[in-house]
């Protein structure tokens, strides 16, 4: 059985900085064979690719919408998206992912969290 749990989100001043972190939580597997990352989904829009890092942490991939003023780190289960320069088109709800295997471009992930919201006001 397969949990991801999210937190961190909330409201946040344009300009402002986010830190969101996942904890995953795994029976009966190493969660080191488990490649993690963030999704995103604004209100009316399709859920987009946001940051995933490989199962050791070795490799990390990002958005364009995103590069350049986000970092995604792992330490073991848990993994840590920092974002800066937040604008309003940040926001959306957050969904922390991960698949079995499988690489992080492009990341494909099987299993989801519940979402946490992230307000980002002009």
Do not use: H
């Amino acid at each position: 059985q397969v949990q991801l749990a999210e937190s961190g989100g909330g409201l946040v001043q344009a300009g402002g900085s986010l830190r969101l972190s996942c904890t995953l939580t795994v029976s009966g597997r190493d969660f080191t064979f488990y490649t993690m990352g963030w999704f995103r989904q604004a209100p009316e829009k399709e859920r987009e690719f946001v940051a995933a890092i490989s199962r050791v942490g070795g490799t990390t991939a990002y958005a364009d919408s995103v590069k350049g003023r986000s970092t995604i780190s792992r330490d073991g289960a848990k993994v840590t998206l920092q974002m800066s320069s937040l604008t309003p088109d940040d926001t959306a709800v957050y969904y922390c992912a991960a698949n079995l295997g499988g690489g992080v471009w492009p990341f494909r992930p099987s299993y989801w969290g519940q979402g946490t919201q992230v307000t980002v006001s002009s």
